[in-house]
């Protein structure tokens, strides 16, 4: 199984900054994608940022201009800095991390969440 760990969430002021990190560990074979959702009291999940192996991200147009999504291949780690928060990306924020697993030398897809880490931006 492949599991991914969530950390970097708190309380932040308005205008603040915030920076997101997020491990994949297990059976990895390979991650295509790793990203970031996240979900507000009474909303779906929805995209805020996604990076792939080869460095192609994609943004939410409501964070594009204020986040930056990086990733450590090495460490199968991405992380999120996210400036100028305002409260309504206040949420949990969730890390998703999609590839291919090795299970005793049979390869298997996986598509892996985390619990979630809360992100709360005070006005």
Avoid: H
């Avoid at 009291?41 to 192996?53: D, M, N």
């Amino acid at each position: 199984q492949v599991q991914v760990v969530e950390s970097g969430g708190g309380l932040v002021q308005a205008g603040g900054s915030l920076r997101l990190s997020c491990a994949a560990s297990g059976s990895i074979f390979s991650i295509n994608a790793m990203g970031w959702y996240r979900q507000a009291p009474g909303k779906q999940r929805e995209l805020v940022a996604t990076i792939t192996s080869g460095g192609t991200t994609n943004y939410a147009d409501s964070v594009k201009v204020r986040s930056t999504i990086s990733r450590d291949n090495a460490k199968n780690t991405v992380y999120l800095q996210m400036n100028t928060l305002k409260p309504e990306d206040t949420a949990v924020y969730y890390c998703n991390a999609r590839g291919i697993g090795d299970s005793m030398g049979e390869l298997y897809e996986y598509d892996s969440w985390g619990q979630g880490t809360q992100v709360t931006v005070s006005s």
